[in-house]
């Protein structure tokens, strides 16, 4: 669990968390210009970045709902395991500090399962929220299409990751010729009487 200075750091960090809990708090729908500012915003995270702002921003509508439902409790559950997961390695990477490699890779090899689980409990939710608060559940919506979204990305880097540590490393020097040509440099006989 974070400390409180840890946690208003990483909501300072990924302020989309802030920015959705005041719009909720605004009377008056959704503006599109807001619709589409939360997406873009979302959208140029890192998929790490993205898993965690879309984990706050989702606990903040798990705690603004007025009546809560199972699937919102399952959903804050969630949040708060992802935070625990990611958000101590997030932040020592902020700070820069040494992080140990492995430790990284085997924590960043999970995030498309879980931004794949974030998404589904977000998809169910927006449902719930259509009946009792509109703007929560088109927010809600916007947290599930960037949660697949990353997924999809975060899939693809993690495959390209694992793709690259299969492949063999060939240190094998290469070769000089006598005759090599390359471009425009001509090649001197070797050894020979010109």
């Known amino acids: 669990m974070l ?35 939360l997406h873009e ?12 702002c879309i984990a706050l921003a989702a606990k903040q509508l798990a705690n603004c709902a007025p009546y809560p439902s199972a ?21 020592e990477n ?38 009792h608060d509109p703007k929560a559940a088109e927010i809600c919506n916007i947290l599930f299409i960037q949660a697949g979204a990353h997924a999809l990305i975060a899939e693809e ?3 390209v990751i694992d793709e690259e540590a299969d492949e063999p490393v060939d240190f094998t020097p290469i070769p000089e010729t006598q005759n090599a040509v390359t471009d425009n440099v001509i090649a001197f006989p070797f050894g020979g009487k010109t």
């Open 94 to 131: 902020t700070r820069n500090q040494h992080m140990d490699e492995t430790l990284v890779f085997d924590t960043l090899a999970n995030i498309p399962e879980d931004l794949e689980s974030l998404s589904e409990l977000l998809e169910v939710n927006a449902a719930f929220f259509s009946n």
């Open 71 to 91: 699937t919102l409790k399952v959903l804050d559950i969630e949040c708060d395991r992802i935070i625990d997961d990611y958000a101590p390695l997030w932040l």
């Open 41 to 52: 915003t979302i959208s140029d995270l890192q998929p790490d970045s993205a898993l965690l």
């Open 157 to 159: 880097f993690i495959g």
């Open 3 to 37: 400390n409180k200075k840890d946690s208003a750091l990483l909501r300072s960090k990924l302020y989309v968390p802030i920015v959705i809990r005041d719009i909720l708090d605004a009377s008056g729908p959704l503006a599109d210009d807001e619709q589409y500012a």
